[in-house]
């Protein structure tokens, strides 16, 4: 990921502070808190300084009286008790309401940023790594509210704080007050120098964390393999490389962090040094008719110690702010990613009924020039990103890698079509173009009359059910899997669809039935039992469209015939299209489509397409021998 123009940081920036803002009152009250928290902070120096010049040092023209000492000091007591107990309450108030003023701002980032996600296509997330977004979503936005918590509220605190702090200066001393600004040109050199440094170290320890969360989320998720091939110590040794890397960077950020600090502090120490001389000097060299008191110097300095911790504490606070700025970029990188597959203004709001199907000069390729084509979450190199930005390129028409190309043909309702081919031929794109998981590039398909892209997306794919080679399962309830199509569904009905699935028996065996928890993916279960259960969920569903991608091809014999007898249930009564390599499944269908680089070659049921002898014929042949051909003659 390349560095961005500070003027599109100021943009990230403004974008963030707008979630703030929908808190106003939460914002105005927090920063009322702060004001007073750091407004009773002067009051202890200023009571320190009267007490001496009242009570313990007396001089001309304060009265010297014993009643009038004892009762200054009875009313400072009292101001200081009761400072300390508003200061307390201040405190509390600022560091709760800053908190919950920055976990609110998180829930709502959180959550835009995951609608946002769903958003996506299937263009986006065949190019990014899962551990790399869910890091975006976890630790960016998590590192990002720190600019609340640590950066925005304390900057606004503290900038109050040393105006309040200049003005009491000046009421004692304008001199003084030239001597405890004099340091700030140094400050300001220091952080103009370091600051773009700390920054991109920050930048590189949050781009190397989401490429350790990338890492990991995909070795576990291909433990089973690791362990197969016995790969643990490549992979341990490739983590340890990742985790030393980020060891680098984080030393390199935490370098230039103390340096900031360290610096801070030097000149901070430096300016206090030159009031107390100038202070000093002032009392022994009186001029004028009101001359600087030992309490006034007490004053000053207590004041300039309250006025000097928050100076001190901008290095701090620089880091957090340089670190967090760092985050919102990454976050808003993926907010910045315009979806490709949207629903037009006025859409077709009906589920699709009839399910007629139509596909008119469809043609496919996964290159363009989309946001989700272009832009890459991952960090690059400038010379990487100009590299990748070149290979993304949408070719010229002769160039283009066409998926599907130029397909036709019209599905009536009810019909059960056979897609068939050798891998790679198109299949699983040709049906992934019905519920929009992409985009067609050329031509259109029209369900009941109308294009798929006037239709509502969500009733679009309510009235399209998909039953896929490797049924995905969430980690809750068997109860909770069927039901996801319909969280609403009652028991009779989840029971009534898991019975036509063939599932209930295997179900009811389980310790709690339908409530039993299976582990992540299903894990726990076998692969028959997970493709029932993904039956009984479209099944539940009631599509008028059913696509079965492959949806017998892991199991075993015995399984596959279970699983058939639920499909052949599920299949009544809907349009129905179905992929599979098994040539028995679709040897019933009423057409049959034969796919090669992305065109259909043949058409016709299994008897016409065996007796024509091209590549459906080959494909026979080739799983059931010649004989089969012999008896279709």
Not at 110 to 124: G, I, P
Not at 140 to 152: E, F, K, R, V
Request: charged letters at 20%; a neutral charge; glycine letters at 8%.
């Amino acid at each position: 990921m390349t560095a961005r123009p500070s003027g599109r940081r100021g943009h990230y920036f403004r974008r963030f502070l707008a979630y703030a803002l929908e808190y106003k009152a939460l914002l105005a009250i927090t920063i009322l808190m702060g004001f007073g928290k750091f407004g009773m902070n002067y009051t202890f120096p200023w009571l320190t300084g009267t007490a001496i010049d009242r009570v313990i040092e007396v001089k001309p023209p304060h009265s010297t009286d014993m009643a009038e000492r004892i009762r200054w000091l009875w009313v400072l007591g009292g101001l200081g008790i009761a400072c300390s107990v508003l200061h307390s309450v201040f405190t509390y108030g600022r560091g709760f309401l800053t908190a919950k003023l920055g976990g609110r701002v998180i829930r709502d980032i959180r959550q835009d940023l995951f609608d946002h996600l769903h958003q996506l296509s299937l263009h986006f997330y065949s190019k990014e790594r899962t551990g790399s977004i869910v890091s975006r979503i976890i630790n960016d936005i998590q590192q990002a509210s720190q600019l609340i918590n640590g950066g925005m509220v304390a900057v606004a605190m503290d900038l109050f704080s040393i105006t309040i702090g200049v003005a009491l200066l000046m009421q004692i001393s304008g001199t003084l007050t030239v001597a405890a600004l004099s340091i700030m040109p140094l400050y300001i050199i220091t952080f103009k120098y370091l600051n773009p440094r700390v920054k991109r170290a920050s930048a590189r320890v949050q781009s190397q964390i989401s490429k350790i969360s990338g890492n990991v989320q995909e070795q576990l998720a291909g433990i089973s393999l690791v362990k197969t091939y016995a790969a643990e110590e490549r992979e341990s040794e490739r983590f340890r490389e990742d985790t030393e890397e980020h060891y680098d960077r984080v030393l390199e950020q935490s370098s230039l962090a103390h340096t900031v600090s360290a610096l801070s502090e030097g000149i901070v120490h430096l300016g206090q040094t030159i009031v107390i001389s100038v202070g000093a000097w002032l009392v022994l060299h009186p001029r004028g008719a009101d001359p600087i008191t030992a309490g006034q110097v007490v004053k000053a300095i207590g004041y300039l110690a309250v006025m000097y911790f928050p100076v001190r504490r901008f290095a701090e606070v620089n880091v957090v702010y340089q670190t967090s700025l760092a985050a919102i970029e990454r976050v808003f990188q993926v907010f910045d990613i315009t979806p490709k597959i949207v629903e037009k203004p006025q859409a077709v709001a009906k589920v699709p009924e009839r399910g007629e199907v139509v596909f008119q000069a469809v043609s496919f390729s996964y290159h363009d020039e989309s946001d989700e084509s272009r832009v890459s979450l991952e960090e690059q190199s400038q010379e990487v990103a100009e590299l990748r930005a070149l290979e993304r390129r949408v070719p010229a028409e002769q160039e283009r890698l066409w998926v599907l190309r130029d397909i036709s043909f019209t599905v009536a309702p009810g019909q059960r079509v056979a897609l068939v081919g050798p891998s790679g031929s198109g299949k699983s794109t040709l049906v992934s173009l019905l519920p929009r998981l992409y985009d067609v590039t050329c031509g259109r398909i029209l369900i009941d009359g109308h294009d798929v892209r006037d239709y509502r997306l969500r009733l679009l794919r309510r009235g399209i059910g998909i039953v896929q080679q490797d049924s995905f399962l969430f980690s809750g309830t068997i109860r909770e899997n069927i039901a996801y199509g319909r969280p609403n569904a009652s028991d009779e009905e989840v029971i009534a669809a898991a019975k036509a699935a063939n599932a209930h028996e295997f179900i009811s065996m389980l310790p709690d039935g339908y409530e039993s928890r299976i582990g992540e993916r299903g894990v726990n279960l076998s692969g028959g039992q997970r493709q029932r259960i993904s039956i009984a969920r479209a099944i539940l569903k009631n599509p008028r469209i059913l696509i079965l991608d492959e949806a017998t091809s892991a199991l075993d014999s015995q399984s596959e015939a279970v699983v058939q007898e639920a499909l052949g249930r599920l299949m009544e009564g809907r349009t129905c299209f179905i992929i599979a390599h098994r040539l028995s499944t679709v040897r019933d269908a009423d057409r049959i489509f034969v796919l090669d680089c992305g065109r259909i070659i043949e058409s016709g049921d299994h008897e016409q397409l065996v007796r024509n002898g091209g590549l459906y014929a080959s494909l026979v042949r080739q799983q059931f021998g010649a004989e089969a051909i012999l008896r279709v003659g």
